[in-house]
Nanobody
Framework: QVQLEEFGGGLVQSGGSLRLSCAAS????????MSWYRQAPGGQRERVAFLTIGGTTDYADSVKGRFTISRDNTKSTVWLQMNSLKPEDTAVYYC????????WGHGTRVTVSP
């Protein structure tokens, strides 16, 4: 059974940085894409960063230029470097990986204070 676990959330002041990581355990086939999503209080889950096995990336407009997604395929690990954080980045962040199925972590909370 595949499990994803996120690390690195916490409380940070506006303008600060955090690096989230997500590690997969269990048997994965070829990962075709990795993504980070977030869900703010009272909001819907939205995708903030996407990375294909071929290296194509896509970012939500709200985080472009501030967030960077990267991966280590050999360890089935994905990171999200978040710089210049804003209070509106406050949310629970989830990683997702896709092979033949979609797998989700349980989320890590990021709180950005003004």
């Amino acid at each position: 059974q595949v499990q994803l676990e996120e690390f690195g959330g916490g409380l940070v002041q506006s303008g600060g940085s955090l690096r989230l990581s997500c590690a997969a355990s269990g048997r994965l086939f070829t990962i075709t894409s990795m993504s980070w999503y977030r869900q703010a209080p009272g909001g819907q889950r939205e995708r903030v960063a996407f990375l294909t096995i071929g290296g194509t990336t896509d970012y939500a407009d709200s985080v472009k230029g501030r967030f960077t997604i990267s991966r280590d395929n050999t360890k089935s690990t994905v990171w999200l470097q978040m710089n210049s954080l804003k209070p509106e980045d406050t949310a629970v962040y989830y990683c997702q990986m896709r092979d033949h199925n979609d797998y989700w972590g349980h989320g890590t909370r990021v709180t950005v204070s003004p």
